[in-house]
């Protein structure tokens, strides 16, 4: 997996979430980043990376609820 990958990968969900949830780029930003989903994404990679983008917005969800 290059580095590449992975950056086009996080900003994919980034974007997808930001869609779905109907926020602006720096509260998704802000979001990610206080609850660790950047590095949840970067670690998955090899997992996550094969989801649809409505699993993996459910996914994130689920991800940032059990953090807060």
Excluded at 9 to 22: A, G, I, L, P, T
Excluded at 26 to 53: C, M, N, Q
Aim: proline residues 0%; glycine residues 8%.
């Amino acid at each position: 997996m290059s580095e590449n990958a992975i950056s086009g990968f996080v900003v994919f969900c980034m974007e997808s979430y930001k869609r779905h949830e109907n926020l602006g780029g720096a509260e998704v930003s802000d979001l990610f980043i206080r609850y660790g989903v950047i590095d949840y994404l970067t670690e998955g990679y090899e997992v996550l990376h094969s989801l649809g983008e409505n699993a993996l917005v459910e996914d994130i969800r689920d991800y940032i609820s059990r953090r807060r």
